[in-house]
Structure formats: C-alpha cells, structure tokens
C-alpha cells in the first residue's frame, strides 16, 4: 500500500470518529427537543436589543393567544348565534375550548364591587371630583336621592350613599360591546349588527388536532347557516392556515422536487446506491454543523436552520463532481486531479460565508458558521469517503455526459467585452430602479385578507394591536403611577388639540396615591353637609350619617397588584411589566401604556416627541422598529457580502490571470442578472431574496471554478449541470411559495442558478473539437 | 338589580288572563299602551327602616316609558327607541349615560315581548287562574342568584304587585294601582 492511500484510509478513519462524535453530541443536545429561536430580535447583537422592549413586546403580543374572537353577521342574529355556540362548545366531544363567551350574561359573572368595595372612597370620577369641588357636592344630593328611589337601583345607603363605585366601574367599561337580546354585540358604522363570541382554547393555537376541530365546527356552521358571515380574529385561525399552507406546500412543491430529483439522479447514475452516496456528504455537513452550532450559540434561530438546509444545493456539489468524474474516467479515476478545483470551490464559499460572520449580528454570525461547518463536513465526507465506496458505475452516465456536452456548447464563445458592457447596462438598470422592502409581511406567513380581518375585528371591538406603546419606567409604583397619569394628561391634551388616537392607561384604573389622597379628602367633603341633606331628606335614620362616616376612617390605597386580581383589571394585566432589572444594576418598575389608531407617520412622530420630551417614557413602534431590524440585517449581508466577493475576485485573478474573467462571470452575471430582473420587475429586493443571492453566489462560484479548471471535461459540464438543476428543484421551486420569505429566497434561486446554468457554456474555455467516438467512450483527459 | 324594573314593566302591559308562559307571551304584544300609579316600597334589613316613594308611568308601545316619581323626590326617566339605538354607538359618552342607554335596551326588548331574554336569566313558573296569578321568577345564573334570591309578581287583568328579594335580606315591593290600558291601544 503506497503512503498517501494509507494517510487517506487513516484520515478517513478519523473522520468517522468526528463524525461519530457529532451524533454523539447531537443526541446529547436535542435530548429535549431542538432548542430553537424565532425571535427576530434574536439576530442582534446585544447591545442593540433593549431586553426590556422584549418583554413590553413579548407581554402585549401574547396576552390573548390562546384566545379567539368570532364575529357572526347574520339575519337571525339570537338563533344563529346560539347555534354557532352550541357547534362551538361540542367540538372535540366539548375539549376543544375551556370557555366561551357569547351571553350577555357571560360578562357579569362577577360581582366587581365585591373586591373594589373598600377602595371606593378613593375612586373618583372626575365629573364627581369636579362637582365636589365646585359646590362641596351639594349638586350630587338630587341624583343620590333619585337613585335611592328609583325602582332599579341598588342603594348602598351606608356603604355608598352617593354611588360612587357604580360610577366609576361604568366609567372604566369603555367597551363598545353591548348587550342586545341577550347576545353580546358590536356594529359597525353602517350600522350593521353582529354578534360576538369569544373562545378560551383548552390547547395551544398550534395543536393540529384543536385547528381541525374548530375548522370542522365552523364549516358546519357555515354549511348550515349559508347567509351567515364570520370574521375571525385570533391566533389559531393564522396558525391554522400556515399549518393548511405547510401542509399543501409540502405535498405539492417539496414532494414534487424531490421526485423530479430522484429521477433525474437516478436517470444519470443509475444505481440507487451511489444516490444514497450522493447524500453522505449532506449527512456529514449536518452533523458537523449542528452540534457545533449549538455548543457556541446555545440555540439555533429558525432562520439559521431555514438557510442551513440550503446547504443541500452546495454540498452536494462536491459528491456529484466526484460521481461524474469517477462514471466518466471509470478505473482511471484519480481523487488528486480533482482536488484542486475541489479545494478552491471549498475556499470560495468558505469565503463567502465566513464573510458574514465579521458582520456585528449575531444572527448571521450563526448562519455563517452553520453554513460554513456544514459544507467543511460535507467537502471533508465527500472527499475522504465518496472515493473509498465501492460504487457501481454505469456506462450511461459517461454516455450522457458526453451528449449534454455537445449539445449545449455553443458554437462561438463571448468575448469579455461584451459581457463587460452588458454588464454595465444591468448595472445601470439595476441602480436606476432597484428599490427595498423591509416590512414585518415577509416574516408573516398568513394572507393579506386574514390579516385584513383581524384589523377589521379588533377594529370593531375598539381593541388596540399592542404594536404602538408607550414604555414608562419608575423606581416605585407611586412614581410610575404619577408618570403614566401624567403622560395621560398630555396625551389628552395632544386630542383636545387634533391628535386622534386612543389608548389604554394603567394610571386611569389605579389613580397614583396622590390623587387617590386628594379623592379621599373629597369624599370627606362630601360626607359632610350634603350626606346629612341627603340622609334628611331620603328619611333615612340619623344614624346613618355616622355608620356612613365611619367607612372613610380607614380606606386603604388601591395599588397595582390589587387592581390586577380583580375581574375589572385582568384586562390590565398585559400593560404591567413589574420589577425589572436597569444597566446599572438597580432595580425599577416598568409599565406600558398602549396606544390605538396611530395611523400616520405624522402622528407617530408626535407621539414620539412627547416621549423624548420626559425622561423614562419612550415611545415603541413595533412594527417599525422590527422593519429596521430587518433592514439592517439586509443592509449588512449586501456590504459583507460585497466585500468578500470583492477579496475573492483579487484571489482569483492571482490565479487565473486573464482568464479569471471566466470563473467570475457565472457566479457575478447571475447576481447581477437576477438584480436587474427585480430592478425591471419592480420586485423590492428583501432580506430572504438576498440569502437566496448567496447560494447563488456559492454554486456559480463553484461552477465557474470547476469549468475553469477541468475545461474541456463532459463530466465536470454534467456535475455542473447537475448541482444547478438540484438546486433549482430544491430551492428554486419555493417561489412558488405563498410564504414571503421562502417565495423570495426560492425566487432568487430560480432566476439566479437559470442564469448560472445558462452562462457557463458561454464563458468556459474554448470547447475542444469533440472527435467522433462511439458512444461510451470516456473523454479525452486534459 | 335595575334588571328588574324592566322585567316589572315588561309585565305590566301583559293582560294577564292566560295561564301558558306561550300565552302570556302572545298576548304581551297586544297591549299598545297603559298608564298608572304605584307605590315603592324599599325595606332596608341592615338599618331596619323602609324607604317609601310613590309616582306614575306611562308605557306606550314602541315609543316610550316614562317613569315619574312624585315623592319623596321628583324625577322622571324617560326611556325611548332612540335610547336604544343609541346604546352601542356612543363609546365616549359618560358612565351614566351608557347605563341608562344599555336600560333602555334591555326594557324596550322586554316590552316588544322578548321573553326568551328573560328565561335566559329565570326560570319562570306560573301558578293561580286567571284573576289572580303568581309568577315566580328563579335566577339561572349562580353569579345572580348571589346577589338576588326571588322575584315574584301577582296579578289578575294586570300586574298589581311585584317583590323582589336580595340575597341580603332586603326587599323590595310596588304596587301599582289605577292601571288603564292608554285610550285607543285596546281592541
């Protein structure tokens, strides 16, 4: 056995135990399942995010997801309705929800009064606070006097003779819910009636089994009901339709592609055994990838995960460039020929990833090193085990390759200054008009109609999204309270002064201690004169006036915590962020106050100047603030990437001198190519299409490298072919995707590997006079 | 509570000579208008003292109830359509406003015979003939029943006497009097 076949079988050996390790570690780190990461934010690099902002986004956006809100429009409203209930509450044998809400006596299942009874003296509405002060409360004795005779009250004539608490809780219902036959309803502005159910799930909205019960319920409504209309709002609705989406998607485009791969593969090979070797690679680079993503990072985001898999397209290049070399060359097949091209088409997309990784996100960071490991392992599997197996070579293959060669060489060849010119003018249109989009729809996979309805439900029912707040921090709770009321106040202010928004106010259901006092002492003036006039005049015994008295001498402090137990406050909840932890260490109180119909640009930015104007209230805008994540994140892959091209191009002209032109032009023409066609086609570039550009990136690279140095071999042609026809079935097929992200990375890979396929023949060097052989014949080696 | 002076004047226009809930409910559409007097009478069990107040109301179908107290203070509530209507569109309004709006629904449905808003929240047995009969009314609801322990009404022609009765052992009791079907709404 000669030296280098020994280091090659030790090597190889070695590599099995890597390997091994890798699952090893593997099993180790997913013995609890895979930890993942959806978060966006989670791109970022630390200092960039603002952990608090998390937990403010993280409270508004989940308080109601095990939750969903029907909306029924139909001619009988009552019988429909209760019909709709009754579907809803049998779903599932009566397991899909644990509660719903459609009677108007679903509301008033508690008595409010029961809880917030003792903080009543210091509740005031300001109406009450202003008749007070204005004439002591001599003008509230009248109504006091006619709400203790009036048939429908509830006098209270010693615990509250003025009714105070009943005002009050009717000024914090702000609903626009109503009740109407006994039904919960909501119209609209045309008047239109509908009524309003709500539904608690008894699983997560993710639960296949809980989506396909309360589809099924509601078809069958609908089947029943044919003039109803429904509207929906709620997560399991959106999860539901991704999951439909997912699942038709899988059945159409990803079962498709991987017939149509297997087919092809096996049209060229012939042997299910060498497919399954093709796939080593890609097994390797995962297993290297992935423990050593997770033992640095601790988790992978999904992202990652999403890019990672598009290894397969570049993985798998090096096995099919072995395959083909070794069906062509049969017994006179050599590893070390290849590895050259090999190791350089490994350097250039090493390269192009490992750029990414000097990028400051953390985020690409991961994707960097997942793609970087992964095609490491997958390059090291294919180089050291593909040529030890034992595969079966089948005659065809050779034949093929050398018929796809003399078809699809062109007659003439480019000259570089053609192409340099018509790659002036794609860039000239490409700079002209190319625009970007960063919006949050890329990341959201459900229809613009459903997210429509959602609006149009929260809409009706006067419910803000929890995308626009406020963020107030304060060392104690008085503090807080005092700033929230204040920034109520101004806020107030700002609508008396043509700023039409709404929003919801912890500081206007727990007044700040303050205020509370200042209740307190108004209650007291109006237990004087006016409660003796009252008690006189209603008839009442004189002894009322000291038992009525005597309730004010103790009355605790409504405070945060008190307010958010009761039945009334629970809808607070998402609002209070409590104790968090500052830079510095110390640790403060931290609230939100969340803001509705914020519509215009011109109205965020007032509201934004009223944050910056105080200290420890900053304005969020979710949506906007994750747009320019999202930006950023595309802004950094463009200048990482641009730059490790530019250090490739330099690098590749010190080797190929002249002809470096033709190694590059696959690769950057594609690039360019698929620019231009969206700069024409008035598609936005994002930052999916512009992963999608980087795999572009990695095969033309690799293209263009192994057309340069094997020129003149059918197989390496057929491999080229191969590894850009793979691709564009694995990933070019998600543009038909009605995901954003995967329709956009699968757009780019579409356009961009085509062109990639379509330039090589151009620009590699001049053919060879093809002699005429019997078919079979191996090729002429360089 | 105020739930019940709704469910009082829901009754008092019903001509109370069938002895079927199914009857009674056809028959409640009939009447197109009455007036009367009644007597209030509110006993407070913690101070053991009464609070008496009388008036008169007016109820024409469709258009409006009116509910005036004499003494020992005067004021009148008026409860119309409009109120109604009114009762969902006007998110900013007072908290005062909004109750007497979502009053004036919920009496305008129990006055256009919407009985089945009432079984929602009782169970209703009726007993006696027709000249003298007694329907007794049980909250469903466990959070009703908490606060509210019977309701009953009397009558013969019409409603002559409703008691109600809280949890917390107070009551409270009107009886009506000179009740005339209004001129032009009986057949």
Redesign the interface.
Known sequence: MTRPAALGKHLARLWGLVLLAGVVSLAWQLRDGLPSDTRLTALLPQDRQNPLLERADARLGRAFEDRFVLLLDAPAL?RATADLAERLSAADGGRLLTRLDW?D?DF????PAAVLGPYRYRLL?P?LRQAIEQDGGTSLV?PA??R????????E??ADPFGLL??????Q??????????LL???DRDGTRRSLLIGRLADTPYAPSAQQALTRALRAFEAAHPDARLLHSGLIFHAAGGARQARHEITTIGLGAFLALIVILLAVFRSPRTLLALLLPLAGGLLVATPLTLALFGRLHLLTLAFGASLIGVAIDYALHLQCERAVQGRRFHLRPLLPGLALGLVSSLAAYLALALAPMPGLRQMALFAAAGLAGAWLTGVLWLPRLALPVHPATARIAARWWSLTTPRRTLAPGWLAVAALILLGVTAGRLTADDSLRLLNPSSSARLAEERRVQSLL?RDTGSRYFLVTADDEPALLERLAELGQRLDTASADGLTIGYRNLADHVPPPRIQDANLAAVRRLYGEPLATLVE?????G??IAKARATLDSVPRLDVATWLDAPAGTADRRLWLGPVTADDGTTRLAATLVLNGVDSAAEGRRLAALADARPDVCYVDRVARLSRLLGELRRHVSLWVGLALALLTAGLVLRYRRQAWRVVTPALGALLGTLAVYAVAGVPLNVFSQLGMLLVLGIGLDAGIFSAEHARRPATWLAVSLSTLTSVLAFGLLAFSATPALHYLGLTCLIGLTLVGLLVPWVRPAPPRIKERPHGEPCPAR | MRLFVLLMLGLLSSPALAFDLADLQHRLGDTQGLSGRFVQTRHLADLDTDLESRGHFTYQRGKRVVWALEQPVEDRQVFTPADARAADDAPGDTGDDRRRRQIAALLLNLLDGDWQALERRFSLTLSGDATAWQVALAPRQAALRERLAEVTLAGGRYVERLRLETADGDTLTVRFSDLQPLAGSDP
Do not use: I, K
Not at chain 1, 108 to 111: M, T
């Open positions: 009552p009677r006596v008033a299942d508690s008595d509405t109406s009248q006097l006619a203790l005779f009036s048939p429908g009250g509830d006098p004539p010693v009943d005002r009050w809780l009717a000024q219902d702000d609903s626009p819910v109503s009740s109407w036959q006994g309803t909501v119209r006067g005049r209603a008839g009442l015994p002894s009322v």
